[in-house]
């Protein structure tokens, strides 16, 4: 224990630094934040640099007065959930509940694993998240991979936390399974390409498909000779590409229907030709 916390000495910034940070940060175009693991920090990211959202690790997920406090903030609340029994989830989301702030939550899969080997990174727990809780999710990353990300992106997640380092050779307790900047920049490619694959999720007519639909889409066509005045019966029709006339979806109107002239055989129906 002492040597974690001389470890951590060493490592620790201080409060200017973080203005520091908070302002090249500003200058980026980039929202910064940060994780409180305790009251002081979190009062000092809500009061002083009064940030839009707090990041709550994993360890604290049970820790009820950070929590409390952070639900409190009245920001958007980012809580990781690795090492998590699921009682244990579900006592935090209640407790976020119940102080107003499950709207402004956001909880993030991750697998306490440093690195997390990749067939252990368990995604589909994005999609479980979501449909226990009804909150967006997340991953925290801690696989050393530069596709994770995109997997999760296409396994729901909205947001993505991912170790960054300048020397995975560094010495320190994150830098080994950390990314590299070009890992990285690669990192957010992936993901970048993957939410234009995912698209809007609308389901409907693609203008790219217009051609291909107007020549393998099918018509209603007459398989033989239809006498004006007679009703028409399904083996007198058929179903032939291309897709200009009657669409087959209106079969069983079109049998409710009588030829009101007569219709030649491999004759594309059409709404005038029937009464």
């Not at 940030?51 to 950070?66: E, G, R, T, Y």
């Not at 956001?106 to 979501?130: D, F, K, M, N, Q």
């Not at 995912?198 to 000779?225: K, N, P």
Request: charged fraction near 20%; glycine fraction near 6%; include cysteine.
């Amino acid at each position: 224990m002492a040597n974690q916390r001389e470890m951590l000495r060493k490592l620790e910034l201080n409060k200017q630094t973080f203005v520091e940070l908070q302002d090249h940060a500003a200058e980026l175009g980039i929202d910064f934040l940060a994780t409180p693991f305790g009251l002081p920090e979190l009062n000092f990211l809500v009061e002083t640099l009064q940030v839009q959202a707090i990041k709550i690790a994993s360890s604290d997920l049970v820790n009820v007065p950070l929590l409390t406090a952070a639900a409190a903030s009245q920001r958007t609340l980012v809580v990781s959930t690795g090492a998590a029994r699921t009682v244990e989830v579900d006592q935090a989301v209640e407790l976020i509940k119940r102080h107003g702030a499950l709207d402004r939550l956001i909880l993030l899969h991750c697998v306490s694993a440093y690195p997390t080997p990749p067939e252990l990174a368990r995604l589909a727990c994005i999609g479980a998240l979501i449909r226990r809780y009804g909150v967006p999710a997340g991953f925290s990353d801690h696989t050393t991979e530069t596709t994770t990300g995109a997997l999760a992106a296409a396994a729901g997640a909205v947001v993505l936390e991912k170790h960054l380092t300048l020397n995975r050779n560094a010495a320190g307790p994150d830098h080994f399974f950390s990314l590299e900047p070009e890992q990285f920049r690669q990192y957010v490619a992936n993901v970048r390409r993957t939410e234009r694959m995912l698209g809007d999720g609308h389901i409907g007519l693609a203008d790219q498909e217009a051609e291909v639909r107007a020549l393998s889409r099918g018509r209603l066509v007459s398989t033989r000779r239809i006498p004006a005045g007679s009703r028409l019966t399904a083996d007198a029709l058929m179903v032939q590409r291309p897709g200009d006339g009657i669409d087959p979806t209106h079969w069983e109107k079109v049998l409710a229907c009588s030829a009101r002239q007569e219709i030649p055989a491999e004759t594309p129906l059409a709404w005038s030709m029937l009464k």
